[in-house]
């Protein structure tokens, strides 16, 4: 079984130390965040996980598109449209993938960013490689102000412009070595949001990327696991630590061919798990869909925990895994 994570980890910004980085930092060019990214890579390498990300380290998932995309800005990390929204002419994330894998390529040379190892949802258990995150269209939309070219009741239209704008990023992110690529959506499970449109947004997103994609969905999703299972994605990833009642929704689930990110750490406390409280709950979901369709990975982000805790937790996951292998 593969082990992943859902994106974030523990973030903060360094000031510049050395002569180079005092210089890089008066040219403008210096990097605060870069130390953080390599110790997010460099954890969860040592923890043992399988398919990695680089931290999300340089600020809340809102903010770092809606900052880029133009039609979109930010205030107080708040989103606000503003515009028509069209693709950046530039990558977002593609710098910080490429820096991730030459990180990881450090510790593990058994980290690649061929192409074609995850081609047709190959999921190797003993693959290593690192997942790529972008914030969905419609978590995007519905969390801004509209105050230009949109009318208030045309968040419908600004959710697919966005996708078309995000489709762009994930061609990027594609082509700097992500093995797979996530799609963020917490808002699909809190009834505000329109499913149609979402599938139809995801759907522009993925439509000729060559690599696995996944959607992460927040909250309880009974009411909307057949939805998602109908997006055009390689796994649905959830919380099933601290929503136990999503487990329920995976009894006599048609999979659709799709495999199961199953949260099983609990991201919202810094108390670590027990490899018995972890295993309960793989067990369970490998009771309902089978081993094969499951990936292992924590609740959601690690942002907000010490990273202390944030490294334990996916130590132990990793470990369990193993130990019921």
Known sequence: M?????????SFSRLPLSIMEKISNYMGSYDAYKSALEIAVQDQVKAGVNLISDGQVRGNMLEVFAKEIPGMITTDGKPIIIGKIQPAPYSIGASDIKVALKTAKKLSSDFKNDLQILYRNK???????????ITGPTTLALSSRIEGFYNKDEKDKAIIDIAGALKKEAEYLQNAGAAVIQI???????????????????????SDLLQPTSIHVCGPISEVLDDLLRFKVSIIDCEFADQNKNLEAL???????????????DTKTNTVE???????????????????????????????????AAYSKLKVMVETVKWLS
Do not use: H, W
């Open 251 to 265: 009894e006599n689930i048609n999979l659709k061919g799709k495999k199961i990110g199953l949260g099983c750490i």
């Open 123 to 133: 999921f190797q258990d003993n693959f290593k490689g690192i997942k790529a995150i």
């Open 274 to 308: 027990t490899k018995e409280q972890v295993a309960s709950i793989i067990e369970k979901g490998m009771e309902l869909v089978g081993k094969e369709n499951l990936i292992a990975d924590p609740d959601c982000g690690m942002r907000l925990r010490s990273r202390e």
């Open 2 to 10: 593969l082990t992943t994570v859902v994106g974030s980890y523990p």
């Open 184 to 206: 963020d959506e917490p808002f699909l499970s809190t009834g505000i949001a329109d499913l149609k449109t979402a599938n139809k947004a995801i759907g522009i997103i993925v």
